[in-house]
């Protein structure tokens, strides 16, 4: 029992009541709409459902249709003019009371304050109307059952100015999940609900209804049902993605399913859906299977050389997608984390697996060439058993494709080392090539200096050897010589300053005194340069 005081001090005794009217209007409506859920969605209960609630329905409207009013019966002038003198004589006696019990400011508004927060409490215990779910469906049902209050209460709340707040629907935070733990509902479990699936057209909807029915097991609402499910009161729950297991180990797709597909799961935001599946194309048809252990899908469309890489040195880990454009969202595996996937892979020893990979990164870059010759390492070519000449072959291959060479001319300079019959070990930096082998000085050229004086024999024959490998390379077809020559440091004959300072690397290199013949260069070179 609670109790509430007015504003003239006098305590009414109140109780709360249920209102049966407004409990069978709400719980009926819940019930039909639980009905139209299940009948869109087949479920067996639905007729009893619809039934149970239109019944309840029924009954609720039949019971309200009775309903007396009071009429206020007309009095006479003399029975009027008598209430109110009735009512002049009661005011006075009141007057006198208000005027002679007075109080100073202070106390006054001590009580008005204590006044003040016991109206907070007669508003705070007012009942507060809640809106129906039923007013989600048919709005005037709920503005009858709002109304329907206590009269008294209804005078109070006019008389106090209380503004009456209306909640939100409880049933709004239920989803049909939660009544499915209460036993109240069964969903099915074949049923599949994505309402961002209202992004597709009516035609993807049915292409991937049907696909989900065939590869999942899994039956999708109608399309036209989308609407109602997402914006529905008892929400349906949004399934997951970890629900969808392949009833059959391949199964066959049409190239419209395979774009539908992904559409869906971009839209969905399934971005793990290659965690889980692969879908392949071979001898022009699509598969998609449950995924292995070592598989990745990679995605690469309309690049034959990087297929045929992938297809040849890179099979079965790597499952090349369908040439579907849709599929590209969910692939992580492709552009520059896929070739930069293919160099980290290389073997060096396979001179055909860097062939086959220089071929397919041509046209990706710089970037990606230059990762290779670095990758390469040092090499070394026998210039009698030919050993290393695959890899001479591929690494000046890949230096050819890359437009910014000036890096590459140091790297084939100090990384290229050949090796002679006797064990003898030369670079490009030892090479002399000269366009005579002679050197003049002097205004009428009256000093001569050959180079067979100043360089050992074996030394300038060097250039010799660099040259039949040119030529070699370029009979196997990778380019002509005037392409080949720069990257070997040959594309122009050594000038004075070039034979002078690698003169004097080869003195240091040996840790050799000059010969008069070299000591004669050095003063002619130091006098006429």
């Known amino acids: 029992m609670a109790s509430t005081k007015t504003l003239s001090g006098k305590n009414a005794p ?8 407004n409990f069978f209007y709400s719980f009926a409506a819940v019930i039909i709409l639980i009905g139209v859920i299940a009948k869109l969605l087949e479920w067996e209960v639905q007729d009893f459902f619809m039934t149970l609630g239109l019944s309840t329905e029924a009954v609720v409207f039949a019971v309200t249709a009775i309903k007396f009013v009071e009429v206020k019966q007309k009095k006479s002038a003399a029975s009027v003019e008598e209430e109110e003198e009735d009512e002049e004589e009661e005011e006075e006696p009141q007057t006198l009371k208000r005027s002679s019990t007075q109080l100073p400011i202070s106390e006054n508004k001590l009580k008005e304050n204590k006044v003040g927060s016991k109206l907070l409490e007669v508003k705070s215990e007012l009942p507060i109307p809640q809106l129906e779910a039923s007013s989600i469906i048919a709005p005037e049902t709920s503005s009858s059952s709002i109304h329907k209050l206590h009269p008294s209460t209804a005078e109070n709340i006019i008389e106090d100015k209380v503004q009456v707040p209306v909640s939100n629907n409880a049933m709004n935070s239920h989803t049909l999940w939660q009544l499915e733990q209460l036993n109240i509902v069964k969903i099915a479990p074949e049923i599949y609900f994505q309402p961002l699936w209202i992004q597709l057209s009516d035609k993807q909807y049915v292409v991937l209804a049907n696909l989900f029915a065939r590869l999942f097991g899994k039956k999708l609402p109608s399309y036209d049902s989308l609407p109602f499910l997402s914006q529905s009161p008892i929400s349906l729950p949004i399934s997951k993605f970890e629900e969808l297991k392949l009833e059959n180990s391949i199964n066959e797709l049409t190239q419209i399913e395979v774009s539908v597909l992904g559409v869906s799961a971009m839209i969905a935001g399934f ?3 290659f965690d889980q599946f692969i879908i392949a194309e071979e001898a022009s048809v699509i598969t998609i299977r449950n995924k292995t252990v070592n598989e990745t899908q990679a995605y690469c469309f309309k690049d034959e050389a990087v297929q045929s890489h992938l297809l040849q040195y890179h099979t079965p880990q790597i499952v090349m997608s369908p040439q579907v454009e849709e599929l590209e969202p969910l692939v992580s ?3 520059k984390k896929l070739w930069n996937y293919m160099i980290n892979a290389w073997d060096k020893k396979d001179a055909g697996f860097a062939s086959s990979l220089i071929e397919a990164l041509r046209n990706k870059g710089d970037e990606y060439l230059l990762s290779i010759l670095k990758l390469n ?8 058993t030919n050993q290393g000449y695959d890899a001479i072959y591929n690494l000046t291959k890949a230096a ?3 437009e910014q060479k000036q890096g590459l001319y140091f790297y084939f300079n100090h990384n290229i080392t050949f090796i002679l019959k006797d064990a003898t070990e030369f670079n490009l930096t030892d090479v002399v090539d000269h366009i005579s082998g002679k050197i003049y000085y002097g205004e009428k050229s009256e000093y001569k200096v050959s180079l067979i004086d100043i360089f050992p024999q074996q030394m300038l024959d060097y250039v010799g050897y660099v040259k039949s490998l040119i030529d070699k390379m370029v009979e196997d077809g990778i380019a002509n010589q005037a392409a080949i020559y720069p990257l070997f440091n040959l594309k122009d004959y050594n000038d004075n ?3 002078y300072k690698k003169m004097e690397d080869y003195l240091q290199a040996n840790n050799l005194e000059a010969t008069g013949a070299q000591m004669a260069f050095q003063l002619l070179y130091k006098q006429y340069k």
């Open 14 to 21: 109140t109780k709360k009541k249920l209102d049966v009217f």
């Open 271 to 273: 971005y793990e859906f």
């Open 333 to 335: 595996l492709k552009g």
């Open 377 to 384: 390492g040092a090499i070394q070519y026998n210039v009698e």
């Open 400 to 402: 050819l494709c890359v």
């Open 497 to 499: 300053t070039a034979i």
